[in-house]
């Protein structure tokens, strides 16, 4: 009865999204409506309410939607979608003020000599605007109202001129700052969580241990991080529509001429260009950039777009009006004081002590005051003209209340499709296809591209990712990312505002295109840019760092960068290490280091020191070791993955059939009425089944699979082992030597401290004891400054105490021990420091960014580089599982 209730639950949403109910009631009123039959029919046929429902009962289910939203929405740390009003609003801001307009008739001059140069002209505003605004419908009228005409004028091809405007609106969706993409995010941020719950039980069923490593775990996303994964696939994107423009110029000439300007090429011209060009990018390098930096947030850079985004609304909706730049200038005085007084100053107010930290404070209040007017008075002028101001206000309320509803009723909807067993239901479909991950994924491709024909991005953002996602990202196998998940579900999402016979772009364009264009002449234009579109879905599903890497880059090398020893990190590092050693500088430095005589050095140092060496001999050895180790699991993977596959596909098909047994035994036991017999012994009879069909499917698993699984296993961990032995004795081997490094180094300090040692002897004879202690142990915390000095400090230690107990004799007796340390330092110091520093050094040197690369604090740019590469491919963890 599930899946009759699963179907109504379908049916009603499809029927309401078909009849053009509004989203925002359709998708909570068909889960409450479906909840409702389910419970009135257990009530009314078996009754118990909840005999419908896969789990848990009507009351729990109706509930789950509103308070996982509000769970979800409420924490401190879940700001995602604040960003949301803030970009809606500088979009709107840009568009009621006519930058778009500007952008077009200017760019189409500047690329209108070119061939296809009106179509290349508006790809180019596209992206622009979808930098700025991210808003579609305003984007494909603005150019179907300014750039359609010129270019049927110029004899255009209408299906290609529409085709152009329809696409290159359409990559507000992909191109950030982007709804969807934080859409997107918000969604996998809770995907993830999933996704790791599931890959922790299945490495458990798997391999029977409690834990997982978090190595093997699954990562999340951020709205930031997607920003930075989407941009480099909408630059492609960009790229792909301006090549198809220019080839079918080349090669249809007549129906994307070249348009000469009628004008000059002068400086007024230029300036024109410059005036039009450089706010638009200044601001899309304020919002994209300080992201890209790691400088803002999302939510901060936001803030920054829509105060960008009034300010030039400011002047724009001003136009011909005397002083109508004096508010963008004093906006930009602002933010280059505040600018100077950032990187002249210290701007901590509680910790400003000087008159100089009170300077730079009073320069950036000045700056902020500054700016906050220049904010007030584009404000003042955007609600005077127009009511421009109070109209986008009132339109980012609606569509940020828009969002949120649709967000709501998705999250109950949600709750409604798992009451009925729907997640389980479509990820025992998926997991049963053939063809691991990739058959999975592209079905899922599949499916979201044919909802694009009938539902919005938001529709499908909302209530197909949640279902879907978890699935894909808990598979080992592939081991996406969910940031490259989110980008590709993006670009397929892109897709629905093209795709006959409810593409959004296509209503749009229709409504301000001539009579002239007919509307089998759209829906014929945007066929190649949906080509494109999925040309660039395939380009990206196939090379995951044109997505992952600039994430990766920003993170590594920002300041919060994770340390070395970052449990992701260790793969990549071994690989960066083995690079670093195969130049043989490092086994160099250490036989020059062999050849050093270590008597000089006191037994523990020398111990130490020899300890160290041996350790880089291993770590050496076991880089070879980790290749050979490598080398073969590749080799044994290719004839074990399909057994493992298979085992696995077996296994879980066994567990879900006991599951299912287990559940029926309980149903079987609570059912003692005996009116419920025949419903009792129907129930009896699916349970034979199933435990005969899991003893069927325990003989399907081949016998020499224990074997083969013991010996793939030797390998694995024997290649394991190899690593551990690697990174143990790579950081014995530089930590060590750098300890006595550090010991050799401090010979200067450590002679600095004699004149004070010497006159503690007065203090010890003469001092009061309380006054006696105080400065011994002031003299030990300058002890602690220098390495290698614990035997002087054990000695003073001991005369400290003796002072304070009155025993004046044994704490001299306990200084002269004190002085007899020091003097015997002081003599093996300098000869280490004449033999011993200098190769030392240079072995330290030497092996700090290979074997000692996990100890060191933080990465360097050259490492956080390579990391950033190597992460940024999917690697297969299949064969941990």
């Not at 136009?319 to 906006?331: I, S």
């Not at 479509?426 to 591209?449: D, Y």
């Not at 004046?808 to 003599?827: C, F, K, N, P, T």
Request: glycine share 8%; proline share 4%.
């Amino acid at each position: 009865m599930e899946l009759f209730f699963l179907l109504i639950l379908v049916l009603l949403m499809g029927t309401a999204l078909g009849s053009g109910y509004p989203v925002a009631f359709a998708l909570p009123g068909a889960a409450i409506i479906s909840i409702g039959l389910a419970a009135g029919a257990g009530y009314l046929f078996a009754g118990n309410a909840d005999a419908y429902f896969h789990s848990g009962g009507p009351s729990e289910w109706l509930s789950a939607g509103v308070l996982n939203l509000r769970g979800v929405y409420w924490e401190v740390e879940r700001d995602t979608l604040i960003a949301i009003p803030l970009f809606i609003f500088m979009g709107l801001m840009l568009q009621r003020s006519k930058i778009a307009e500007d952008l077009l008739v200017t760019m189409a001059q500047l690329f209108g000599p070119v061939p296809g140069g009106l179509g290349i002209s508006v790809v180019f505003v596209g992206a622009l605007l979808a930098a700025t605004t991210g808003i579609v419908g305003a984007t494909v009228v603005a150019m179907g109202l300014i750039s359609l005409p010129a270019m049927l004028r110029n004899n255009y091809s209408a299906p290609l001129a529409t085709g152009t405007i329809s696409a290159s609106g359409t990559l507000g969706q992909i191109i950030p700052p982007s709804i969807v993409l934080i859409i997107l995010a918000d969604q996998l941020a809770s995907a993830t969580d999933q996704a790791s719950t599931a890959r922790k039980a299945l490495h458990k069923a798997a391999t029977g241990e409690i834990s997982m490593p978090s190595e093997f775990d699954v990562s999340s996303t951020s709205a930031g991080e997607m920003f930075l994964g989407a941009f480099v696939p909408g630059m492609v994107l960009v790229g792909l529509y301006m090549a198809y423009i220019l080839i079918f110029a080349l090669i249809r000439p007549k129906s994307a001429p070249a348009v000469h300007y009628e004008g000059k090429f002068d400086g007024r011209f230029w300036v024109t260009v410059a005036l039009t060009l450089i706010p638009p990018l200044a601001l899309i390098f304020l919002v994209l950039g300080s992201i890209i930096a790691g400088i803002a947030t999302v939510n901060q850079a936001g803030a920054v777009g829509a105060a960008g985004a009034l300010v030039m609304a400011g002047y724009r909706l001003y136009e011909g009006e005397k002083g109508k730049y004096v508010p963008a200038l004093m906006a930009i005085a602002g933010i280059a004081i505040i600018s100077f007084a950032l990187s002249n100053y210290s701007m901590n107010v509680k910790a400003a002590t000087t008159s100089e930290d009170f300077t730079g404070i009073t320069i950036g209040a000045v700056g902020a005051v500054i700016l906050v007017l220049a904010l007030i008075w584009s404000g003042i002028r955007t609600l005077r003209i127009d009511g421009t101001l109070q109209g986008v206000m009132l339109e980012t309320a609606k569509t940020t209340s828009l969002v949120f509803i649709i967000l709501l009723g998705a999250a109950m909807l949600t709750a409604a499709f798992r009451a009925f067993g729907g997640e389980e239901l479509v990820r025992e479909f998926l997991n049963s296809l053939p063809g691991g991950f990739w058959t999975k994924f592209i079905i899922v491709m599949a499916v979201i591209f044919i909802l694009g024909f009938f539902l919005d991005f938001i529709e499908i953002a909302v209530v197909v990712v949640p279902i879907v996602a978890p699935i894909l990202l808990a598979d080992p196998s592939a081991n996406i990312t969910a940031v490259w998940l989110g980008v590709m579900i993006g670009l397929n999402i892109q897709t629905s505002f093209l795709t006959p016979p409810f593409g959004f772009a296509l209503f749009y364009l229709r409504g301000v295109a001539p009579s002239s264009v007919r509307t089998l002449q759209i829906y014929k234009g945007v066929i190649p840019f949906i080509a494109l579109q999925l040309l660039a879905l395939g380009i990206v599903g196939a090379t995951p760092q044109l997505v992952n890497y600039l994430p990766n880059r920003v993170s590594l090398l920002s300041d919060s960068a994770p340390p070395p020893r970052n449990p992701r990190f260790q793969y990549c590092l071994d690989a960066y290490s083995a690079e670093q050693a195969a130049d043989g500088q490092e086994r160099a430095a250490l036989e020059r280091m062999r050849a050093q005589d270590l008597a000089v050095l006191p037994d523990d140092l020398a111990d130490d020191l020899g300890d160290a060496l041996d350790s880089a001999d291993t770590a050496l050895t076991s880089l070879d070791e980790i290749e050979t180790t490598y080398a073969a699991v590749r080799e044994a993977a290719v004839e074990f993955r399909p057994k493992l596959a298979n085992v696995r596909r077996i296994e879980r098909d066994i567990r879900n059939l006991e599951e299912e047994a287990e559940d029926l035994e309980t149903t079987i036991q609570r059912m003692r009425d005996p009116a419920l017999a025949d419903r009792r012994a129907e129930l009896q009879e699916r349970l034979d089944r199933d435990i005969a069909e899991i003893e069927e499917l325990r003989a399907t698993i081949p016998d020499s699979w224990q074997d083969d699984y013991a010996e793939f296993s030797e390998l694995i961990n024997a290649e394991l082992a190899a690593r551990n032995t690697y990174r143990r004795n790579a950081d014995s081997a530089y930590e060590d030597a750098a300890d006595v490094l550090a010991v050799l180094e401090g010979n200067e300090a450590f002679a600095a401290l004699e004149a004070e040692l010497q006159d503690l002897r007065q203090v010890i004879e003469t001092a009061e004891p309380a006054a006696g202690e105080e400065t011994i142990d002031a003299f030990e915390d300058r002890l602690d400054e220098v390495a290698g000095t614990r035997d002087i400090k054990r000695s003073l230690s001991r005369a400290r105490r003796s002072l304070g107990d009155g025993e004046r004799e044994e704490a001299m007796a306990e200084y002269e021990d004190a002085l007899q340390a020091y003097a015997e330092q002081q003599e093996w110091r300098r000869a280490a420091a004449s033999e011993l520093q200098e190769p030392l050094s240079a072995y330290v040197d030497a092996i700090r960014g290979s074997l000692g690369v996990r100890v060191q604090d933080t990465l360097t740019r050259e490492q956080a580089l390579y990391l950033a590469r190597c992460q940024s491919d999917h690697r297969d963890l299949s064969l941990n599982f």
